[in-house]
Nanobody, 123 residues
Framework: VQLQASGGGLVEAGGSLRLSCAAS????????VAWFRQAPGKDREFVAA????????RYAESVKGRFTISRDNAENTVDLEMNSLKPEDTAVYYC?????????????????WGQGTLVTVSS
């Protein structure tokens, strides 16, 4: 399955953005999907993940209560709703998928990647 992330942009602190991960060449509901982010000079870090089994999503502590990951099976997408954005959320956001039900927070566990979308939060 091929992935394409979109929805990034420039937003003021406290604002919101909605990222979308669109799939082609496969049915995204059969994959567990995660969002990762990478800020300049930093390692890629886990943000959120949702299982193909429909179980509870997982979130990084830094985004818990502010970000929500969800599926739209009709559109073959996984979205990331980001609220109460902070300057430290500034990064390139990537979506990734793996054809298993178990969620992982390590980027090494994901085989399919989108190209990334830049989120910039100004203070």
């Amino acid at each position: 399955v091929q992935l394409q992330a979109s929805g990034g942009g420039l937003v003021e602190a406290g604002g919101s953005l909605r990222l979308s991960c669109a799939a082609s060449g496969g049915t995204l509901s059969r994959y567990s999907v995660a969002w990762f982010r990478q800020a300049p000079g930093k390692d890629r870090e886990f943000v959120a993940a949702i299982s193909s089994s429909g179980g509870a999503p997982r979130y990084a502590e830094s985004v818990k209560g502010r970000f929500t990951i969800s599926r739209d099976n009709a559109e073959n997408t996984v979205d990331l709703e980001m609220n109460s954005l902070k300057p430290e959320d500034t990064a390139v956001y990537y979506c990734a998928a793996r054809p298993f039900t178990v969620l992982h927070t390590s980027f090494r566990s994901y085989s399919n990647w989108g190209q990334g979308t830049l989120v910039t939060v100004s203070s």
